[in-house]
Nanobody, 128 residues
């Protein structure tokens, strides 16, 4: 059974940086290897719907960002380590949320992709 495990969350001050990691364990996602899956980062703040933050294609060649994080967040991946990262700079209080990573079996990692596999999330808190 494949699992996605997020880490790296914490309490920071506005303007600080954090790097989230999402490590995949196990062999495949319904027959698809990690290196063939697109990956996405999502977040959900209390009382709000879950929203797409960033996505990366299976090869890492294509990345997509929500407008609210463009220029501040960077998504990357290391297929050899089966890990996807989210570098978050210039954090704002409105970035506070539980951050989740998810796998897109189609390989795109786009906001419109279907993400059937999810991690349990990591909490990011940003104080003003």
């Amino acid at each position: 059974q494949v699992q996605l495990v997020e880490s790296g969350g914490g309490l920071v001050q506005a303007g600080d940086s954090l790097r989230l990691s999402c490590a995949a364990s196990g062999r495949t996602f319904s027959g698809r290897t990690f290196s063939s899956c697109g990956m996405g980062w999502f977040r959900q703040a209390p009382g709000k719907e879950r929203e797409f933050v960033a996505g990366i294609s299976w090869s890492g060649d294509t990345t997509t960002y929500a407008d609210s994080v463009k220029g501040r967040f960077t998504i990357s991946r290391d297929n050899a380590k089966k890990t996807v990262y989210l570098q978050m700079n210039s954090l704002k209080p409105e970035d506070a949320a539980v951050y989740y990573c998810a796998a897109d079996l189609a390989g795109r990692g786009s906001p419109q992709s279907s993400y059937p596999y999810w991690g349990r999330g990591t909490q990011v808190t940003v104080s003003s």
